[in-house]
Structure formats: structure tokens, C-alpha cells
């Protein structure tokens, strides 16, 4: 299954918009075409093109035309009603904001999903295979005591009960953040599409993003292209994975990501990092690293032998 794009496309938010409102602009035109082939729905267009006329000559004779708002309207809906019921019409992809992106004067979540995927190069959330209840804890040696005295299923069972009720509770978790830390290979970019897949299934806005395509975005924004970075602040949910796989770029990646992280934290917003850098701090520097371990995190340990070798 592919859930990454691969490379991020070199579209704008203004494209996205453009190509959301084409598409709902193509499904109108269809439909409206389509209801004009219809004769019973074209009587009733008949019957409302007369009645506007009469509205028109009335209020340019100054006389009382409010009548025929309703009766128009009326038969407005009976058109639906019947394009509907003879299956007429092609349905909107979203139709909380009928493919124009916008639900009043927001973003609707179907947008946001386009922008993380497009622009930033993010997982499609909609793919993802994982979930917490077909996650197999057999996976894990639950035989071996670990140096902490837990057995490698003992700390993932752990982990992943966390992560559930983190989602489960969000936006009240018990803790802001979340930090899943251990070696390659012990399942926690599984994890992580774990939470992703439920916090999608929950109506969250989330946006799963590999720090490689993380630090790509930073980076186009350092070097001036048009690369708004807002929407990663204002994700519901941002979980970052592969964090420390990532090129250290100079005037980059500290500042970028201290700023991110800051910013979210400042705002209340939940973020979730997979990582397997040990000295975070050693890598990022105290601010950064006091941010991703602070009080708000819930910092979550897996440790064992590498799942691929195991298999
Ligand atoms: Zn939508």
C-alpha cells in the first residue's frame, strides 16, 4: 500500500483551491445538465420561469411581489426532490463542503488532508492499513526480561495502551504530547500510523508527516519558495516519525523545528514524535530537547529485538 507520495508536487495552496473549486464547478455542470434532460423537472423549470417573470413585472410596477419567493422556492425543492429519487445526480466527493474546500470561512478537514499530502509530501491518512485493533502484540518476544525487567511485549502492550486512550480521550489527553522513543525496527512508525488511523477515524484533523519530508518543507521555506508552513502549526494533530533520519541543515533544523514544536506547544496544539536518537539533546540542543521531553509528554519506551529480524 502506498500511503507516501513520494515527492512533494510543487503545488500552492492557491492551486489546491483552484483545482477544489474546478471540481465542484465540473459536478454542477453535470448535474444541471443532467436535470435539464429530465422533462418533469424542465415543467417545473417552466412553472418557475413564469412565476419570476411575474415577479418582475410586478415589482417594476411597483406592486407586492413577495409572494413568489416561496412558491419558486417550492418548486426549487421539488426539482431536487425528484432528481434525487431518479438517482440524477452525482454526489459530491465531500459534502460537508461540496468540493470547494471551504466550510464557511474554514478549511474543511478533506482540504487540509490535499494540503498535508501535497505540499508537505505527508502520508495519506485515508490508506492506512494499521489500527489498533489489528495491531498483533505475538510479534513481541514476551518471553525475555529486559534490562527495566519488562519483557519486549510488556513495553509495547504499554505503549500502545497509551497511545489508545490518548486518542480515545483527545482533545482532553492526559498529556499534551506524546514521544515514542527506542531503536529501528521495534514498530514505532506502526505505532504511530496506529494513532493516525483512529485519530482519522475520530474526525480529527491529523497530519502524519516523516521528518525527511518535514525538514524538505523547512528547508523550501528557508530558501524562499512559496512554502506556508501554518498549516503544520495549526494541524490538530502532527505526529512526526523517523525524527533524527533527517540531514542536519545549518539554520535549518534547530530553529525550524524548535519553532514548530514551540509554536504548537504554545498553542495547545498535540503533537506525537517517533524517534530513535538516544541524546536528543546531544542532536538538537537543550531548547528543542526540553520541548520534547517536557512535563506535557508522555515519553513512551519500546525496547527488544528488531521486529525484522525476528520475522
Ligand atoms: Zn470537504
Known sequence: ??????????????????DFSFRHAKIDQENERRMKNDAEIMKLEEQKRALLAEKLKRAFLAEDAAGFDGEIAELGRRQDEIARA?????????????????????YCA???????????????V????????????????????????KTQRALAELAYG?????????????????????KAGLGKSYLLRCVASAAKKRGIDVCLIRAG??????????????MPLSFLQDAQLLLVDDLGTEPMTQNVTTEYLFDLLNRRLEAGR??????NVDDLQGRYGER????????ECAVLMLDGTDLRLRR
Open 1 to 18: 500500500m502506498r500511503i507516501w507520495s513520494g515527492c512533494m508536487a510543487n503545488k500552492t495552496v492557491i492551486d489546491l483551491l483552484e
Open 126 to 149: 485515508d490508506a492506512l492499513t494499521e489500527s489498533f485493533e489489528r495491531a498483533d502484540m505475538s510479534v513481541f518476544d514476551g518471553e525475555k526480561e529486559l534490562a527495566m525487567g
Open 110 to 124: 478533506c482540504f487540509l488532508r490535499e494540503v498535508y499530502q501535497s505540499i508537505y509530501g505527508a502520508a495519506d
Open 162 to 182: 497509551i497511545c489508545k486512550k490518548y486518542v480515545d480521550a483527545f482533545p482532553d489527553t492526559p498529556r499534551l504530547n506524546l514521544l515514542l522513543r527506542g
Open 288 to 295: 528543542i530537547s526540553s520541548r520534547l521531553e517536557s512535563r
Open 213 to 226: 519530508e518535514l525538514f524538505g518543507a523547512f528547508f523550501r521555506h528557508r530558501m524562499g519558495e512559496e
Open 86 to 106: 431518479k438517482g440524477l445526480l452525482i454526489p459530491y466527493a465531500c459534502p460537508a463542503c461540496r468540493d470547494t474546500g471551504l466550510v464557511g470561512r474554514k
Open 270 to 275: 498535540h503533537t506525537a514524535v517517533a524517534t
